[in-house]
């Protein structure tokens, strides 16, 4: 019956999710043109991949707190 | 009518034919007693994994969202790209609270998130302000649905003038309602399928084809106007237009899973853990919808709307034409057919969850509650598919009678009011420690506080916030749903001490868990 402590561990990692928020609100961070992507300004690649980011993040939250 | 695309006209038609039939037929699928309102306004909680993955899909990037994003991206540039922020938000959002909701609504048979409140507080006045809260926003929604499609019908050729005009407008409701009534919520589970499914086809074909047409993505940029590319610094003592696209994306974040329709969905999952799941897979929806944002910036790059023969749809739906008029201009009619299928589709899909959610939550929280409470569980299920009705043709009538300008500042007002259910909703799943009463006086204030900024910044999303000389300029919805959680917590000692009963909760801690 060790279930709280193995509980209260797997909470750690749902702080992982606050690194999507973070990104996305810190908007000076990608308000800019350069580097750009096959010809995409930074401001849009760079949103799309925290897309991609956000759900491999939350992908990674999932297994480790799935029993 | 003398410009119709018959090409376009009769794909448009086979498809609306096909998933008419897949809207009626869907009665049979995964069998259920239809006369049980958990069957018919959820589709029995059964659906798994995949089929929640189509439903939400098609619940939240609905017909209004793939016109109306390409049209800020063409008219306003960058800041339309405040819907990938927000739409990233949303799962982590969704995958920490809403396992929850599922758990305790599997647990009690709640069948709307007022339903959740009103057994979590015992206070029926609490549960009726969520429902109104609800309902409220839930209306103008579904009427902008109708102005997806309308658009998408104009892009075939089919403009007509007064209500010979409407005709298809009417046709594609009549559809929508039977199949509603009939089918209940396994009709758009089905039809999403269909619909993601082309839309997936039409979304990554429109951004390889297009850039390749344009020469590139350095050249289609290279022609947008500086001013549009990025969101201007702010200088000064303010936040300006940064503060400006964090608060959208946040506020447009926390209010969207409040949303009845999207609580439908959810609640219509067969476990806690395809919420989960969901959460992760989801976000490919927003990629796409990000992509698509893109067609704006090609309209201004291959100048379409210079175009003679895109001049009389973009006098006529102004911005709103830029998603369909980038698909005629590159793509064969066939494949515009898909294409403007694939938004048609988009808008019924919706436009039933939204209606099946409003009529769950009349039926349950307004007549049960205070109407007839001892209502038979068959008579339950007649109420809501009646209200089903009620709700689309007020819908339909809204469009086809008011100016479209009313629609949107109404939808505009819909989010303001439907955060301040956040508190109580959202909160409540994870604590009882705030006082009902409290709760119910923070909704208040913050939707008269929320209703007064939109109207005074003559229906804009943002409000510009004085606070010791700095500006900052912000979503409305956000600002005043941090007013309504301080109202809340600060009257919860105060009224607590005043009660004599002790709060009253029909729930358990354990409910919550899987």
């Given at each position: 019956?060790d279930?709280?402590?193995?509980?209260?561990?797997?909470?750690?990692?749902?702080l992982?999710?606050?690194?999507?928020?973070?990104?996305?609100?810190?908007?000076?961070?990608?308000?800019?043109?350069?580097?750009?992507?096959?010809g995409?300004?930074?401001?849009y690649?760079?949103?799309?991949?925290?897309?991609?980011?956000?759900?491999?993040?939350t992908?990674?939250v999932?297994?480790?707190?799935?029993? | 009518?003398?410009?119709v695309?018959?090409?376009?006209?009769?794909?448009?038609?086979?498809l609306?034919?096909?998933?008419?039939?897949?809207?009626?037929?869907s009665?049979?699928?995964?069998?259920?007693?239809?006369?049980?309102?958990?069957?018919?306004?959820?589709?029995?909680?059964?659906f798994?994994?995949?089929?929640?993955?189509?439903?939400?899909?098609?619940?939240i990037?609905?017909?209004?969202?793939?016109?109306?994003?390409p049209?800020l991206?063409?008219?306003?540039?960058?800041?339309?790209?405040?819907?990938v922020?927000?739409t990233?938000?949303?799962?982590?959002?969704?995958?920490?609270?809403?396992?929850?909701m599922?758990?305790?609504?599997h647990?009690?048979?709640?069948?709307?998130?007022?339903?959740?409140?009103?057994?979590?507080?015992?206070?029926?006045?609490?549960?009726?302000?969520?429902?109104?809260?609800?309902?409220?926003?839930?209306?103008?929604?579904?009427?902008?649905?109708?102005?997806?499609?309308?658009?998408?019908?104009?892009?075939?050729?089919?403009?007509?003038?007064?209500?010979?005009?409407?005709?298809?407008?009417?046709?594609?409701?009549?559809?929508?309602?039977?199949?509603?009534?009939?089918?209940?919520?396994?009709?758009?589970?089905?039809?999403?399928?269909?619909?993601?499914?082309?839309?997936?086809?039409?979304?990554?074909?429109?951004?390889?084809?297009?850039?390749?047409?344009?020469?590139?993505?350095?050249?289609?940029?290279?022609?947008?106007?500086?001013?549009?590319?990025?969101?201007?610094?702010?200088?000064?003592?303010?936040?300006?237009?940064?503060?400006?696209?964090?608060?959208?994306?946040?506020?447009s974040?926390?209010?969207?899973?409040l949303?009845?329709?999207?609580?439908?969905?959810?609640?219509?999952?067969?476990?806690?853990?395809?919420?989960?799941?969901?959460?992760?897979?989801?976000?490919?929806?927003s990629?796409?919808?990000?992509?698509?944002t893109?067609?704006?910036?090609?309209?201004?790059?291959?100048?379409?709307?210079?175009?003679?023969?895109?001049?009389?749809?973009?006098?006529?739906?102004?911005?709103?034409?830029?998603?369909?008029?980038?698909?005629?201009?590159?793509?064969?009619?066939?494949?515009?057919?898909?294409?403007?299928?694939?938004?048609?589709?988009?808008?019924?899909?919706p436009?039933?969850?939204?209606?099946?959610?409003?009529?769950?939550?009349?039926?349950?929280?307004?007549?049960?509650?205070?109407?007839?409470?001892?209502?038979a569980?068959?008579?339950?299920?007649?109420?809501?598919k009646?209200?089903?009705?009620?709700?689309?043709?007020?819908?339909?009538?809204?469009?086809?009678?008011?100016?479209?300008?009313?629609?949107?500042?109404?939808?505009?007002?819909?989010?303001?009011?439907?955060?301040q259910?956040?508190?109580?909703?959202?909160?409540?799943?994870?604590?009882?420690?705030?006082?009902?009463?409290?709760?119910?006086?923070?909704?208040?204030?913050?939707?008269?506080?929320?209703?007064?900024?939109?109207?005074?910044?003559?229906?804009?999303?943002?409000?510009?916030?004085?606070?010791g000389g700095?500006?900052?300029?912000?979503?409305?919805a956000?600002?005043?749903?941090?007013?309504?959680?301080?109202?809340?917590?600060?009257?919860?000692?105060?009224?607590?001490?005043?009660?004599?009963?002790?709060?009253?909760?029909?729930?358990?801690?354990?409910?919550?868990?899987?």
């Open positions: 019956m279930e709280g402590p193995r509980k209260s561990r797997q909470r750690w990692w749902y992982l999710l606050l690194v999507q928020f973070v990104l996305c609100l810190w908007v000076p961070l990608y308000n800019k043109l350069e580097p750009s992507f096959i995409l300004p930074f401001f690649w760079f949103q799309l991949l925290l897309v991609l980011i956000g759900a491999a993040l992908a990674i999932y297994f480790a707190t799935e029993k | 009518m003398q410009n695309n018959w090409t376009i006209l009769i794909i448009f038609i086979a609306f034919g096909f998933i008419t039939w897949l809207g009626f037929i009665a049979r699928w995964r069998k259920g007693d239809l006369e049980l309102l958990s069957e018919w306004g959820l589709g029995g909680r059964r798994g994994t995949v089929v929640t993955w189509f439903l939400i899909g098609g619940d990037y609905t017909a209004y969202t793939f016109i109306a994003v049209a991206a063409y008219g306003a540039g960058a800041v339309a790209f405040f819907a922020p927000y990233i938000m949303i799962y982590p959002i969704l995958f920490v609270v809403f396992p929850r599922w758990q305790v609504c647990r009690h048979g709640y069948i709307t998130a007022a339903d959740f409140v009103r057994g979590r507080y015992g206070n029926r006045w609490l549960a009726l302000a969520i429902t109104l809260s609800g309902i409220v926003a839930t209306m103008p929604y579904i009427a902008l649905q109708l102005v997806g499609l309308q658009v998408v019908i104009g892009g075939i050729g089919i403009y007509g003038e007064g209500w010979v005009g409407d005709i298809p407008l009417i046709i594609a409701f009549v559809i929508l309602a039977a199949f509603t009534y009939t089918s209940g919520l396994r009709a758009p589970a089905a039809i999403a399928i269909v619909k993601d499914v082309l839309i997936y086809l039409t979304a990554f074909a429109a951004v390889i084809v297009i850039p390749i047409e344009l020469g590139g993505f350095g050249k289609i940029f290279a022609a947008v106007p500086a001013t549009k590319l990025l969101l201007a610094a702010p200088k000064g003592a303010t936040t300006g237009a940064y503060g400006a696209y964090a608060t959208l994306a946040l506020g974040a926390m209010a969207l899973f949303y009845p329709h999207s609580m439908t969905s959810i609640l219509s999952a067969s476990s806690g853990h395809a919420v989960r799941r969901n959460s992760a897979m989801l976000p490919l929806y990629l796409m919808l990000g992509l698509l893109l067609l704006g910036f090609f309209v201004i790059a291959a100048g379409i709307d210079k175009l003679p023969e895109f001049a009389e749809g973009f006098a006529r739906y102004k911005a709103s034409f830029a998603a369909p008029a980038i698909l005629l201009w590159a793509f064969p009619s066939w494949f515009v057919g898909i294409g403007f299928a694939a938004i048609g589709i988009g808008a019924l899909v436009a039933a969850i939204m209606s099946i959610a409003a009529a769950n939550l009349y039926t349950r929280n307004i007549h049960r509650e205070f109407i007839n409470p001892g209502i569980a068959k008579d339950e299920a007649q109420i809501a009646w209200v089903s009705l009620i709700v689309k043709a007020g819908a339909l009538i809204f469009i086809l009678f008011l100016p479209l300008q009313y629609a949107i500042q109404l939808q505009l007002l819909g989010g303001i009011w439907i955060i259910t956040f508190p109580a909703v959202v909160c409540g799943l994870f604590t009882r420690k705030l006082n009902d009463w409290a709760l119910l006086l923070g909704w208040l204030a913050g939707t008269v506080a929320g209703t007064w900024m939109a109207a005074v910044m003559n229906f804009s999303a943002t409000y510009p916030l004085v606070i700095w500006t900052f300029p912000g979503y409305a956000l600002y005043t749903i941090v007013l309504n959680l301080a109202v809340a917590v600060i009257l919860t000692p105060i009224l607590n001490a005043l009660s004599s009963t002790p709060p009253a909760d029909e729930t358990l801690a354990t409910d919550y868990q899987a």
